[in-house]
C-alpha cells in the first residue's frame, strides 16, 4: 500500500496528454530516442575525452582549455540526454519505473553526479596548478567517471530487455 502514491504519479505521467502524445505519434518517439541518443554521445563523448586526458593520455593538449571545450559540451549533452528521457519515459513510465536497467541506470547517473560535484569541489579547484599532469585525486574521480558514465549507457540499452 506505500507504494501506491509513487506508483499512481508514474502511471499518472504516462497517462497525460504527454504520454499519449509520445505513445500515439509514429515519429515523435524515435524522433525523441534520436535526441536522447544524441544528447548522451555529447554528454559522454566529452566526458570520455576529459576523463582520457586526465589519466595521461594526449598529453600534447593542456587539459584546462580542453576542459573550457568539453565541459560546456558535456552539460548541453547531459540537458538534451536528461530532457530527451524524460519525454521517453513519460511514454510507458508505470512499467519503465520498475524495470532493474532503469533503476540501474539511474542510480549510476547519480552516482556519476555526485561524483562530478565531488571533482569539481575537490581536486579540479587546484587545476592550475597540475601543469601537465592530473593530481591523483582528479585521476581518481576521472576513472570513477569512465566507471559510472559507461555503465548508464549500458544499463539503458539493457531497458529494453527486462
Known amino acids: 500500500m506505500e507504494h501506491e502514491p509513487a506508483a499512481s504519479i508514474f502511471l499518472s505521467l504516462q497517462e497525460s496528454a504527454l504520454g499519449h502524445v509520445m505513445r500515439s505519434s509514429p515519429a515523435l518517439y524515435p524522433a525523441v ?12 563523448g566529452s566526458i570520455l575525452a576529459l576523463d582520457l586526458r586526465m589519466l595521461g593520455l594526449g598529453r600534447a593538449i593542456a587539459i584546462q582549455p580542453m576542459a573550457q571545450l568539453l565541459l560546456p559540451l ?11 528521457g524524460f519525454l521517453l519515459f513519460s511514454a510507458d513510465a508505470s512499467h519503465v519505473v ?3 536497467a532503469f533503476q540501474s541506470k539511474l542510480l549510476l547517473i547519480a552516482a556519476a553526479l555526485v561524483n562530478v560535484v565531488i571533482a569539481h569541489s575537490g581536486p579540479w579547484r587546484h587545476v592550475k596548478s597540475w601543469h601537465d599532469e592530473a593530481s591523483g585525486g582528479a585521476k581518481a574521480t576521472a576513472l570513477i567517471s569512465l566507471v559510472l558514465w559507461l555503465g548508464a549507457i ?7 530487455y527486462f
Open 33 to 44: 530516442e534520436i535526441l536522447h541518443i544524441i544528447g548522451f554521445v555529447v554528454l559522454v
Open 154 to 160: 549500458c544499463a539503458g540499452r539493457l531497458i529494453a
Open 74 to 84: 558535456s552539460r548541453a549533452g547531459f540537458l538534451l540526454a536528461i530532457s530527451m
Open 98 to 100: 520498475k524495470n532493474p
